[in-house]
């Protein structure tokens, strides 16, 4: 059985930054992709970022580009979302989705195992 874990949410005050790790663990599966989901109260759970195993490459939602990184440790079991001029509309809960789709990562239905979710709070 594969885990999820994240840490590193917080508040902090607009303009700030905060990192977000996710930590897998269990089964010693290498996943072909990886992302970051948020969801504020009242509204769907939206993408933020994935990273692509078999290249490295990235992908950001729009709202967040230039913004926020993402970025994996060598041993594929750590996920990272480095998040910088951080703004209240960034205001949600941040989970971490791991699964073997390498393509259409900007969606939820390609990911197989999900993190309980870390509180990011953005004060005005």
């Known amino acids: 059985q594969v885990q999820l874990a994240e840490s590193g949410g917080g508040l902090v005050q607009a303009g700030g930054s905060l990192r977000l790790s996710c930590a897998a663990s269990?089964?010693?599966?290498?996943?072909?992709?990886m992302g970051w989901f948020r969801q504020a109260p009242g509204k769907e759970r939206e993408f933020v970022a994935a990273?692509?195993?078999?290249?490295?490459?990235?992908f950001y939602a729009d709202s967040v580009k230039g913004r926020f990184t993402i970025s994996r440790d060598s041993a594929e079991k750590m996920v990272y979302l480095q998040m910088n001029d951080l703004k209240p509309e960034d205001t949600a809960v941040y989970s971490c989705?791991?699964?073997?789709?390498?393509?259409?990562?900007?969606?939820?239905?390609?990911?197989?195992?999900w993190g309980q979710g870390t509180q990011v709070t953005v004060s005005s």
């Open positions: 989705a791991a699964g073997w789709v390498p393509y259409g990562l900007e969606s939820a239905s390609g990911y197989v195992y």
């Open positions: 269990g089964r010693p599966f290498t996943f072909d992709g």
């Open positions: 990273i692509r195993r078999r290249d490295g490459d990235t």
